[in-house]
Structure formats: C-alpha cells, structure tokens
C-alpha cells in the first residue's frame, strides 16, 4: 500500500503547509463518523456510554499533545515539521491497525441490551 503522504519528505514548506490542511480538511472530519457504532459495540451495556465516552476523549487529549510533540521534536531534531509529522502519521496509522485488528468482532452476535449478571 503507498502512502499518500509523500509531500512530508520536500523541503518546500508551502506544499507542506497546502498538502497538510488538504489533509485535515478531507480526512479529518471522515475519521469520526465511524466512532458511536463502533464504540458501541466494544463494551457491556452497563458501561458503554461511560467507556465509550472515556476512549472517544482520549483522542482529543492525545491529539492536543499532537502540536507541542512536534514542536519539541523539529526544534531538537533540527529537521523541520516534515519528519516528525510522516513519523506521527505512520505510528498513528500502525497504532489504529493495531486497535482494529485486536478488536473483538461482533459480526453475527446478538447484542443485548439487557444486564446480564454472571
């Protein structure tokens, strides 16, 4: 599979700036609408809505140390945004393959919606 994200590897910092918002415009908006059914059937019916909340919001905080990570790690490195965010993207990609892969899968089970007691 080729990456898409090629642009990261140029030292022409507007292409990074044009390509990257590209990015977020088109993909970042697309990467959520899967969440509440996914999510919701991961967890029992006595915790969904509180599990689902809790892994939902993870997101937002891992996502606000997106910026300062970067940051540190152009400043430190010394090789501008572009290989820190191409490592960013590809563990992110390899950490939801991993996330995905390892889910159970529900495919022909019946969800209940009633507690059940063990």
């Known amino acids: 599979m080729r990456s898409k994200r090629y642009y990261l590897l140029t030292h022409n910092y507007t292409m990074i700036v044009i390509f990257y918002g590209l990015q977020g415009a088109f993909a970042g908006g697309g990467i959520y609408s ?61 950490s939801f393959i991993a996330a995905l892969l390892a889910g159970p899968e529900t495919r022909g089970k019946e969800l209940v919606a009633e507690v059940v007691l063990a």
């Open 34 to 94: 899967g969440n509440a059914s996914y999510l919701s059937e991961r967890f029992p019916t006595e915790v969904r809505a509180t599990a689902a909340g809790f892994c939902y919001h993870q997101g937002a905080i891992f996502g606000g140390l997106t910026a300062p990570v970067l940051a540190t790690l152009a400043g430190t490195w010394h090789t501008g945004f572009a290989i820190p965010m191409l490592i960013g993207t590809t563990v992110g990609l390899v």
